[in-house]
């Protein structure tokens, strides 16, 4: 079993940042990607920013240029630097792990960012 775990989130101004945080712990194997997703209210959820190995990287069109994913390999940890945030992304942000070749989805408990105008 994995285990996902964030931290980070919290109430920022619009043109502020923040970083967001997730350690993954357990039976950890056959990675295939790490990222992160987001759910505003009423919307569904909808991928943010993901990477694959060292660097193959995935963003949202509504993020690219402002937000930055990185990954630890050697860690099991991913991050997400969010810059000149915009009330729109105000969301419940979720870590994603999954696993190939067979495909299970693993997710974190979310944490809420919040910006206000």
């Known amino acids: 079993q994995v285990q996902l775990v964030e931290s980070g989130g919290g109430l920022a101004q619009a043109g502020g940042s923040l970083r967001l945080s997730c350690v993954a712990s357990?039976?950890?194997?056959?990675?295939?990607?790490m990222g992160w997703y987001r759910q505003g209210p009423g919307e569904q959820r909808e991928l943010v920013a993901s990477?694959?190995?060292?660097?193959?990287?995935r963003y949202a069109d509504s993020v690219k240029g402002r937000f930055t994913i990185s990954r630890d390999n050697a860690k099991n940890t991913v991050h997400l630097q969010m810059n000149s945030l915009k009330p729109e992304d105000t969301a419940v942000y979720y870590c994603?792990?999954?696993?190939?070749?067979?495909?299970?989805?693993?997710w974190g408990q979310g944490t809420q960012v919040t910006v206000s105008s």
């Open positions: 990477t694959k190995g060292d660097s193959i990287t």
């Open positions: 994603n792990l999954q696993t190939w070749p067979l495909i299970i989805n693993y």
């Open positions: 357990g039976r950890i194997s056959n990675i295939n990607t």
